[in-house]
């Protein structure tokens, strides 16, 4: 079978939605979405996920193909000639999916080394021609990176030790290489290791498990305050090639524990920690072990006995498993929270909890499983949001600590230039229980609204847009017999719609998925974009149809006619809300519903409608005309106001 996702990457195209934004608004791993990207198979429980995300169809967003068909991927068209495309065509060879392996293959082969683990960039050329020695010789890498251990603990005098030989025991099955046992390895590198087996793995293996090793800095920064001056242990329980167990101020060795399943970077971090202490004699506490199946019929092992006071790591990222369902409280099957989860379990009381998180942990959706055992169970303490991103991973990330200094009341949150108290109360205000990250002065005016909040959504009538289920053979851009205009999200601006520029034979027996006739022939309703970091709500009464790219809304709140709501939904002070409560990139009708909306007169009503109408005949002053009177309502003061416009246009320009 062939695989392609083209069709996905049009709907993305056509919801000016990048491949990044779906990949955290839906929750999969960088790692997956490269497989789509390459035309793999991926599972059709991460299909379902995107459709739902997307509301739309699986025939919108892949396309299965017998292999004796011809599709040329565009993974292959990137790595062969424009002839090689047209013979294959020609010919409609059979062979493509082993040409696609083969072309993928090629490109996992690509690699770089990944700049913030670097320490020192004189060492870059080294690197590269470790790689290119290890390719030009065909070593494996096992044989490789034992053997470069060897020379730095030759370098360090301690190999002959015998604490040393008992560690290294278990790799006497290890071919070794003799030059590479006798190369002068760089001396200032945090981790050089490390750094050359990450530039090793970085198209291969490394994106199946998920995993980025951490620079000096961060883990130097999550370990710093721990305090070993009693005897307390500490535990990396994905710990690669040591990063963190280097990090920790901890005089003996004995104290840290480290566990990893890559048999590589464990061998990689026993190495580093007898260098680090090499004038101690003691066998590392490091262990190649699945740490989220703990003690099992698999294997058993004396460490998942411990209780630690100190655990920190950065664990994988985003690689789905189904195999640790027996951590009933994780429904999203996300490996970083099962990490965490697991992790807490082995915690003492009293101890501390720090992980490293992409930042989509915030506010995902998804994400609300460990948040809310971060918040019921671990005890909250702090966040810290970093501006940097790893390697080849398009996402920021976070750290979260929890454990012993945390207060039943707020939280803290670091950046590199504030520390600001958050009460945590202002986390269970939204259904989603999302890390809002709010100030005092978010808080006042979010406080303000509610106050004066009386209705909402709840109770109007909400509906998706048409999905066809093959927009490229039932849409067209010309209007022929029969046909009528369909909308999509991009002709969605606040207030009103532009051109049209698809048209539909509209039969909907013939439809994929279509909502009520009486709500898309509705005399007056609301659209508005669903894939958007902002509220853009449109008026239509016109009766037309709206792709599955466009949501409608016909909202019933007393008090308030259809284009005052559009008017609150459009305002700037509703942006504000939604991007402090909520921080979505797309528009969801549980957000929408939480958002309160004040009882209002009829002169109010009536202003505002005229005003809308003044909007809709061409006039875009009156937007601003309509912002301060939403602002009067609420009675917020010039300093607030001027606020939550600096917000907004420090967020949207």
Not at 39 to 56: D, G
Not at 145 to 160: D, F, P, V
Request: one cysteine or more; glycine letters at 4%.
């Amino acid at each position: 079978m062939i695989y392609n996702y083209n069709k996905l990457w049009q709907l993305l195209i056509n919801n000016g939605m990048t491949k990044t934004q779906m990949r955290q608004s839906v929750g999969i791993s960088a790692n997956l979405l490269a497989k789509m990207g390459r035309n793999e198979p991926v599972s059709l429980n991460s299909l379902a996920k995107i459709c739902t995300t997307l509301n739309c169809g699986l025939n919108d967003i892949i396309e299965i193909i017998e292999d004796n068909q011809t599709i040329i991927p565009e993974t292959i068209r990137d790595s062969v000639s424009d002839a090689t495309v047209r013979n294959w065509e020609k010919l409609k060879t059979t062979l493509i999916g082993r040409l696609t392996t083969r072309a993928n293959k090629r490109k996992s082969q690509k690699r770089f080394i990944p700049l913030e683990y670097n320490c020192n960039k004189d060492n870059i050329p080294f690197v590269q021609g470790i790689l290119e020695y290890i390719d030009a010789n065909n070593l494996d890498i096992m044989s490789s990176m034992y053997s470069l251990g060897i020379s730095l603990l030759n370098n360090a005098k301690i190999y002959n030790k015998q604490h040393v030989k008992s560690t290294l025991k278990e790799y006497e099955y290890v071919d070794v290489v003799d030059e590479l046992t006798r190369l002068k390895i760089p001396d200032d590198e945090f981790d050089i290791l490390g750094l050359i087996y990450q530039s090793y793995l970085q198209e291969g293996q490394k994106n199946i498990i998920g995993s980025y090793y951490t620079p000096q800095r961060i883990t130097h920064n999550l370990t710093s305050r721990f305090d070993f001056s009693n005897g307390e242990l500490f535990l990396d329980p994905c710990c690669g090639s040591g990063a963190f167990l280097l990090s920790v101020k901890v005089k003996n060795p004995n104290q840290i524990y480290g566990i990893d399943n890559d048999k590589i970077a464990v061998l990689i971090s026993k190495i580093n920690i007898l260098l680090k202490y090499k004038d101690i004699e003691f066998i590392p506490h490091i262990y190649c072990l699945d740490f989220l199946m703990g003690n099992s019929i698999t294997q058993r092992h004396p460490v998942f006995e411990k209780r630690f006071d100190y655990i920190a790591t950065n664990p994988p990222w985003g690689a789905m498993r189904d195999n640790y369902k027996y951590i009933e409280t994780i429904t999203s099957k996300e490996t970083f929270s099962y990490f965490f989860v697991r992790a807490y379990a082995q915690l003492k009381k009293g101890g501390i909890i720090r992980f490293l998180f992409p930042q989509a942990i915030l506010n995902v959706k998804i994400h609300k499983d460990i948040r809310k055992f971060i918040l019921n169970t671990a005890k909250l303490a702090s966040i810290t949001i970093y501006d940097d991103m790893f390697s080849s991973v398009t996402t920021k990330y976070v750290d979260i600590e929890c454990g012993s200094n945390a207060n039943n009341e707020i939280f803290y949150m670091y950046t590199n230039t504030e520390k600001r108290a958050i009460a945590i109360k202002t986390v269970y205000e939204t259904e989603n229980l999302i890390f809002n990250l709010l100030s005092y002065e978010d808080i006042s005016i979010i406080q303000c609204v509610k106050n004066k909040g009386k209705f909402s959504l709840t109770n109007s009538t909400w509906a998706l847009g048409i999905v066809t289920g093959d927009n490229k053979g039932k849409l067209s851009s010309k209007c022929f017999c029969g046909m009528e205009k369909i909308y999509t999200g991009k002709e969605i601006q606040p207030y009103f719609l532009s051109p049209a520029k698809n048209y539909i034979l509209y039969d909907r027996a013939n439809l994929q998925q279509v909502a009520k006739e009486e709500i898309y022939r509705a005399p007056e309703k609301l659209v508005y974009k669903f894939i958007s970091n902002k509220l853009v709500f449109a008026y239509d009464d016109s009766a037309s149809l709206f792709l599955n790219s466009a949501n409608i809304l016909i909202p019933a709140i007393p008090s308030m006619g259809i284009k005052t709501v559009m008017a609150f939904l459009n305002s700037t002070l509703y942006q504000f809300l939604y991007i402090k409560l909520f921080g979505e990139v797309k528009i969801l009708k549980g957000n929408l519903n939480e958002l309160p909306f004040p009882e209002i007169t009829q002169e109010e009503n009536d202003n505002l409608t005229l005003l809308v109408d003044e909007v809709l005949s061409g006039n875009r002053f009156k937007r601003e005309v309509i912002d301060n009177y939403i602002f009067s309502i609420y009675g917020l003061s010039g300093k607030q106001i001027t606020y939550i416009r600096s917000v907004i246009n420090g967020k949207f320009n």
